[in-house]
């Protein structure tokens, strides 16, 4: 039998993980997995992703679900007595939630199937690297017949009661880059400037030149954000500093507009190589495409959440953030919403504590969806 849903998510609470690290998720999920009857499904493993199908009784498409599995490097903050026993690291974006709403849904498509197939992908590394392009990229060539007609997913929503659902169609979350720029020169002597390449100035100087790219470079119809949230240079006072870092992220609602940005970056940078002779090296880390919902999917949704007696169902603006499911929407239509677990504390925050009422309220929600989306 598998555990009760309030049990899988305090238990999967305790052990955060992070990206294609989720060793000890994975063998709970699957412990899981394996307690239901195995008629209907099938099992596949990616990495430390596991792809669930449950047939369905006459199957016209394949509906997907996709929960992502990854925990974050903070140290939890809460009192909760099922906190987290992995040191440094905390389910601070509620996956946790995800994977456990992900399991209650499957144990109700096998208990009660639908007439359509079901996938439900286990997602790693959603935090970073990023684990919906390559699994993505898995299933098109090893598993195509896994590959879903539309896709789900939702995303917890700590400013929003318990009950309340928000999308939009089109556009919902940014396209998203982090940045980490590395200055390279010559460390020396204060009083010898001359014998040194001050990566303090060439990184001070850069910093500048980056923030006229939103100013000059983007259309000013087309929202973008350039911000170095951190900066690092030298070692003691009277040293020439010969290294110096610049990290930041970069959003852009466009997917071109991420590219014009990119290139201007690294036109700066090759600039600033040739006036401070140094080297610099561009990382871009983890790189998500924009998350767009499709319309009519979006639509659909909505529609079904406003009749629903349980559920206020709001269409919320597009935000700056960022969400590899946008890999998924890429290529398969389909939607991510929001809903609410009321916490004072948000995403990426020590102290969330989503509202865990949400589980009974969520999944007979999205079962009874899935099986309007199938009838
Ligand atoms: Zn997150
Ligand atoms: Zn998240």
Same mark, same amino acid.
């Given at each position: 039998?598998?555990?009760?849903?309030?049990?899988?998510?305090?238990?999967?609470?305790?052990? %955060?993980?992070?990206?294609?690290?989720?060793?000890?998720?994975?063998?709970?999920?699957?412990?899981?997995?394996?307690?239901?009857?195995?008629?209907?499904?099938?099992?596949?493993?990616?990495?430390?992703?596991?792809?669930?199908?449950?047939?369905?009784?006459?199957?016209?498409?394949?509906?997907?679900?996709?929960? /992502?599995? /990854?925990?974050? %490097?903070?140290?939890?903050?809460?009192?909760? =007595?099922?906190?987290?026993?992995?040191?440094?690291?905390?389910?601070?974006?509620?996956?946790?939630?995800?994977?456990? @709403? !992900?399991?209650?849904?499957?144990?109700?498509?096998?208990?009660?199937?639908?007439?359509?197939?079901?996938?439900?992908?286990?997602?790693?590394?959603?935090?970073?690297?990023?684990?919906?392009?390559?699994?993505?990229?898995?299933?098109?060539? &090893?598993? =195509?017949?896994?590959?879903?007609?539309?896709?789900?997913?939702?995303?917890?929503?700590?400013?929003?009661?318990?009950?309340? @659902?928000?999308?939009? %169609?089109?556009?919902?979350?940014?396209?998203?880059?982090?940045?980490?720029? /590395?200055?390279?020169?010559?460390?020396?002597?204060?009083?010898?400037?001359?014998?040194?390449?001050?990566?303090?100035?060439?990184?001070?100087?850069?910093?500048?030149?980056?923030?006229?790219?939103?100013?000059?470079?983007?259309? =000013?119809?087309?929202?973008? @954000?350039?911000?170095?949230?951190?900066?690092?240079?030298?070692?003691?006072?009277?040293?020439?500093?010969?290294?110096?870092?610049?990290?930041?992220?970069?959003?852009?609602?466009?997917?071109?507009?991420?590219?014009? $940005?990119?290139?201007?970056?690294?036109?700066?940078?090759?600039?600033?190589?040739?006036?401070?002779?140094?080297?610099?090296?561009?990382?871009?880390?983890?790189?998500?495409?924009?998350?767009?919902?499709?319309?009519?999917?979006?639509? &659909?949704?909505?529609?079904?959440?406003?009749?629903? !007696?349980?559920?206020?169902?709001?269409?919320?603006?597009?935000?700056?953030?960022?969400?590899?499911?946008?890999?998924?929407?890429?290529?398969?239509?389909?939607?991510?919403?929001?809903?609410?677990?009321?916490?004072?504390?948000?995403?990426?925050?020590?102290?969330?504590?989503?509202?865990?009422?949400?589980? /009974?309220?969520?999944?007979?929600?999205?079962?009874?969806?899935?099986? $309007?989306?199938?009838?």
């Amino acid at each position: 039998m598998m555990k009760s849903l309030l049990e899988i998510r305090r238990d999967l609470h305790q052990i %955060p993980e992070l990206g294609f690290k989720e060793i000890k998720t994975q063998a709970y999920l699957l412990e899981q997995i394996k307690a239901l009857p195995q008629e209907r499904l099938t099992i596949i493993e990616w990495k430390t992703g596991i792809v669930v199908k449950v047939e369905g009784t006459l199957p016209r498409k394949t509906i997907g679900w996709r929960t /992502d599995i /990854d925990g974050l %490097p903070i140290t939890e903050a809460t009192d909760l =007595p099922f906190k987290s026993q992995h040191e440094g690291k905390m389910h601070a974006c509620g996956h946790d939630l995800h994977m456990t @709403v !992900a399991l209650g849904l499957l144990r109700k498509l096998v208990d009660n199937p639908i007439k359509d197939n079901v996938v439900i992908i286990f997602q790693p590394a959603e935090e970073g690297p990023g684990g919906a392009l390559p699994i993505r990229e898995w299933l098109k060539t &090893e598993h =195509p017949e896994l590959v879903p007609n539309q896709i789900y997913a939702f995303h917890i929503a700590p400013e929003y009661p318990v009950g309340t @659902v928000a999308t939009r %169609p089109g556009l919902l979350f940014a396209n998203t880059s982090e940045l980490f720029i /590395d200055l390279v020169g010559k460390e020396g002597h204060a009083a010898f400037p001359h014998q040194a390449k001050d990566m303090s100035i060439a990184a001070a100087t850069l910093l500048l030149q980056l923030q006229t790219i939103v100013s000059r470079s983007v259309n =000013p119809m087309d929202p973008a @954000v350039l911000t170095i949230g951190k900066m690092y240079s030298g070692t003691v006072q009277n040293i020439i500093s010969g290294e110096a870092r610049l990290e930041g992220t970069i959003r852009t609602m466009d997917a071109e507009t991420m590219l014009i $940005v990119k290139e201007k970056i690294e036109s700066f940078c090759r600039a600033t190589e040739i006036a401070f002779d140094c080297d610099i090296i561009i990382d871009y880390g983890s790189s998500y495409y924009q998350v767009k919902n499709n319309d009519m999917l979006a639509n &659909e949704f909505l529609t079904f959440a406003k009749q629903d !007696a349980s559920t206020t169902a709001i269409v919320c603006d597009a935000a700056m953030t960022g969400e590899d499911f946008g890999y998924f929407l890429q290529e398969i239509p389909g939607v991510i919403f929001w809903v609410g677990v009321d916490s004072p504390f948000g995403l990426h925050h020590a102290k969330l504590n989503p509202n865990e009422t949400v589980i /009974d309220y969520l999944v007979p929600f999205i079962e009874s969806y899935f099986r $309007v989306l199938s009838k």
